[in-house]
């Protein structure tokens, strides 16, 4: 059990230091942004087309070997048919996001594996919510 036990020391000290978090946080953006660019049927040459770059750093970008600006995830995010969302919230808080999709969506959440796909019109039977009701 000592492997164990200095596996979860490890990480401990490792949530400790910004660097962690830093890679967390493109490791997150990242895989959306792929989940996003796979659910529109999107191909690598495709985006960079969008972007107006090669199919080189879009590669970069899904290795996370790129230095990401705000503005660069937003021109990312974009060419792919989303958007960029920050939310900054105290560290003893548990956060978890949803998507509320509307009737025109053509993506929708494919809940039992928390990924996306596309939907023709018949399939999607969206509920629409009344925003009232949601708790800010």
């Excluded at 000592?2 to 830093?22: H, L, M, P, Q």
């Excluded at 959306?32 to 199919?55: F, I, K, M």
């Excluded at 048919?81 to 929708?108: N, Q, T, Y």
Aim: charged content about 30%.
């Amino acid at each position: 059990m000592k492997t164990g036990k200095s596996v979860v020391s490890f990480f401990e000290k490792a949530r400790e230091r910004d660097a962690y978090w830093v890679e967390k946080s493109i490791l997150t953006f990242t895989a959306e942004l792929y989940r996003l660019v796979e659910a529109g049927h999107l191909s690598r040459a495709g985006l960079a087309r969008r972007l107006g770059t090669s199919p080189a750093y879009i590669t970069k970008v899904f290795r996370g070997d790129v230095n990401f600006t705000v503005e660069s995830m937003v021109k990312l995010a974009r060419a792919a048919g989303g958007m960029l969302h920050i939310h900054v919230a105290p560290d003893d808080c548990a956060v978890r996001w949803f998507d509320i999709f509307s009737r025109e969506s053509k993506v929708v959440p494919a809940w039992n594996r928390g990924e996306f796909r596309q939907v023709d019109a018949e399939e999607r039977g969206v509920r629409e919510y009344d925003k009232s009701s949601l708790v800010a």
